[in-house]
């Protein structure tokens, strides 16, 4: 079945450490975004990306890194400059980018901090 | 710039009751509209969406329609049941140059639907 692939499921982070969250697809989609869930503030967007070694800042990139080498994989990095890490991290692809797109969400990474 | 607000829950509701979770937008023009919808441990997945205004989406009996006039796109349900206990978000596109847009998403509405 295709879909979106997010590991792990839980992750646990120690002060200074930097932790990358994976996200892989196979629906041949050319969009993939990277969310943030915190309780009772929504999704807010970290980074998103259009096509393959390409990526744009979302509304709260600082402490993140991304990569996209690859149209089916597009990880994410916490690094040690993000001080408050703990969240539920989301990512989506969508078939291209556009006004009326349906993202395609996976079942999301639970990052604490030690 | 662009936004939507949705009412805050939790909302509680019995079995078999109507449900109405109101939306509204501040948008330049007229964007697509969505609900989305996440179960408990899981990601987000499209409920329903409305491209135009006066539009209607609906899907597993849930609707909404796209109200120019008043800026809003409530979801409602005449019966809900227990496995609509979820987290409900609306949202919607906004354009951030180049020829992308990014959603962004209301705060989400928590129901829990009890027997």
């Known amino acids: 079945d295709g879909g979106i692939t997010q590991s792990p499921k839980y992750l646990f982070r120690k002060e200074g450490q930097n932790v990358t969250l994976s996200c892989e697809q196979n629906?041949?989609?050319?969009?993939m975004y990277w969310y943030r869930q915190d309780p009772g503030q929504g999704l807010r967007l970290i980074y998103y990306s259009q096509i393959v070694n390409d990526f744009q800042k979302g509304d709260i990139a600082e402490g993140y890194s991304v990569s996209r080498e690859k149209k089916e994989s597009f990880p994410l990095t916490v690094t040690s400059a993000q001080k408050n890490p703990t969240a539920f991290y989301l990512c989506?692809?969508?078939?291209?980018?556009?006004?009326?797109?349906?993202?395609?969400f996976g079942s999301g990474t639970q990052l604490s901090v030690l | 710039g662009d936004s939507v607000t949705q009412m805050e829950g939790p909302v509680t509701l019995s079995e078999e009751a109507f449900l109405t979770i109101n939306c509204t937008y501040t948008?330049?023009?007229?964007?697509?509209l969505f609900w989305y919808v996440q179960y408990p441990g899981e990601g987000l997945q499209l409920l329903l969406k409305?491209?135009?205004?006066?539009d209607k989406g609906s899907n597993k009996g849930f609707e909404a329609t796209y109200r120019k006039e008043t800026t809003s796109f409530h979801l409602e349900k005449g019966s809900v049941q227990v496995s609509d206990s979820a987290v409900y978000f609306c949202a919607l596109p906004s354009y951030s140059g180049a020829g992308s847009y990014q959603l962004t998403f209301g705060k989400g509405t928590k129901l829990s639907v009890i027997p």
């Open positions: 989506a692809s969508s078939l291209r980018q556009g006004a009326a797109e349906k993202l395609f």
């Open positions: 948008a330049t023009g007229y964007p697509s």
């Open positions: 629906l041949n989609h050319d969009a």
């Open positions: 409305a491209t135009k205004a006066d």
